[in-house]
């Protein structure tokens, strides 16, 4: 079991930047990949950013690559998305997963069913 509890979400103007933590706890973090998706109102959870177990290999959607930045520290339990240059149509409720089969694998994933655990989420609004 993995648990996960994402932190750093809140209310930033457009050209903004935020901090999102996810803290895991449970069985070892270091071992799993990580992804950050998310959810705007009347829409379909989308993906947002990935990061395998080591941390050298990273994927981003389309819509955020060159804004955001997807992290982790392995020490601490901790991944991490850096959100710059937010703009409105960022706002969402964002879900940090936590991928842990196979573990240490050096791919990305972008599909939700590849991630076994779930955050409860964090709400980010970005005003214009």
């Known amino acids: 079991q993995v648990q996960l509890v994402e932190s750093g979400g809140g209310l930033v103007q457009a050209g903004g930047s935020l901090r999102l933590s996810c803290a895991a706890s449970?069985?070892?973090?270091?071992?799993?990949?990580m992804g950050w998706f998310r959810q705007a109102p009347g829409k379909e959870r989308e993906f947002v950013a990935a990061?395998?177990?080591?941390?050298?290999?990273?994927r981003y959607a389309d819509s955020v690559k060159g804004r955001f930045t997807i992290s982790r520290d392995n020490v601490k339990n901790t991944g991490y998305l850096q959100m710059n240059s937010l703009k409105p149509e960022d706002t969402a409720v964002y879900y940090c997963?936590?991928?842990?089969?196979?573990?240490?694998?050096?791919?990305?994933?972008?599909?939700?069913?590849?991630?076994?655990?779930w955050g409860q989420g964090t709400q980010v609004t970005v005003s214009s």
């Open positions: 997963a936590a991928q842990v089969s196979p573990p240490y694998s050096s791919s990305t994933y972008y599909r939700e069913r590849d991630y076994n655990y």
């Open positions: 990061i395998n177990w080591s941390g050298i290999n990273t």
């Open positions: 449970g069985r070892t973090f270091s071992g799993t990949g």
